[in-house]
């Protein structure tokens, strides 16, 4: 009964339709890639969104949340997505400095 009002006994209108600029429905891949799109900044910030955005799509796809709706994404969805990131990014770096040293170690250096 949307639109009743109980007091006077009528019924509103329903109102103008929600127009969205990305639809609910729509996978969070694809509403990273529309969401960048749209963006308009100075390029060096682009530039920067563009690898944000790369390393937050490689972890959704990795917990297979690529293809969850945008409506469906909570904040516990992001908050696992971006601490999966972070993990990434810690054995990263781990594992380049590890092939540093290995690399250092064969050529002679200590």
């Known amino acids: 009964m949307e639109g009743y009002k109980p007091i006077t006994g009528k019924y509103n209108p329903p109102s ?3 127009v969205y600029e990305i639809e609910p429905d729509t996978p969070l891949y694809n509403a990273i890639d529309s969401a960048y799109d749209k963006i ?3 390029p060096k910030t682009l530039t920067e969104i563009k690898s944000a955005k790369k390393y937050f799509l490689l972890s959704a796809i990795q917990l297979r949340y690529d293809f969850f709706k945008i409506s469906e994404i909570k904040r516990k969805h992001v908050r696992a997505i971006l601490e999966n990131q972070s993990n990434q990014n810690r054995y990263t770096t781990r594992s380049q400095v590890f ?3 290995r690399q250092s170690r064969k050529s002679g250096n200590p």
């Open 16 to 18: 103008a339709p929600i």
């Open 40 to 42: 308009e900044l100075a």
């Open 99 to 101: 092939q540093r040293k």
